[in-house]
């Protein structure tokens, strides 16, 4: 019973539907306006370093959903960095929770100048669910001054994307 089943599951293609497919326009337009900001900005691609303050972990999914194959955040000349002094943008998530208030500002202090804070999610930009926990300082401006704030509940890549674009485009003019 179990051998001729596997046998079908390994001849066969798996029944899921296609990725969509973003309009090639779009995303060539996107990709030029990206490359354009940050190249007059900054001289070089821009660099992001994500930080979860206490987050239910749906903008990081949606985070790491921009570096995958449909997204492909490289290509718009964006790169997450693993340490805050490799940055240019702190890109935080989640509420600002008493715990990691002290490391978001370490955080903050290590980045290079110029460096831009985004709160990204509903949660991030005044608590959202979680405001008026006890263990939840408020939004991230409790703590961080932010230049940007992504809403959505969690955003999407294409929100993030536009939303980095906009701060580039803000700050080259």
């Not at 303050?53 to 903008?59: F, K, L, T, V």
């Not at 202090?109 to 460096?115: E, F, G, L």
Request: with cysteine.
């Amino acid at each position: 019973m179990l051998w001729p089943r596997l046998a079908r599951s390994l001849t066969r293609r798996p029944e899921t539907e296609p990725a969509p497919l973003p309009p090639d326009e779009m995303v060539e337009a996107l990709a030029e306006r990206l490359e354009a900001a940050s190249r007059r900005r900054l001289g070089r691609s821009l660099a992001i370093r994500q930080v979860d303050s206490g987050s239910c972990n749906g903008c990081l999914l949606e985070i790491h959903a921009l570096s995958n194959v449909l997204h492909d955040l490289e290509r718009f000349g964006l790169r997450l960095v693993a340490s805050p002094r490799h940055a240019d943008v702190l890109l935080v998530t989640g509420p600002m929770t008493r715990n990691m208030a002290e490391a978001a500002e370490r955080a903050l202090a290590c980045t290079p100048d110029p460096k831009w804070v985004i709160a990204c999610g509903d949660c991030a930009s005044d608590g959202g669910v979680f405001k008026g926990s006890y263990a939840i300082e408020g939004g991230v401006g409790a703590v961080l001054p932010v230049d940007l704030v992504i809403p959505g509940c969690p955003p999407s890549p294409a929100q993030l994307l536009e939303g980095l674009l906009t701060l580039m485009e803000a700050q080259a003019e």
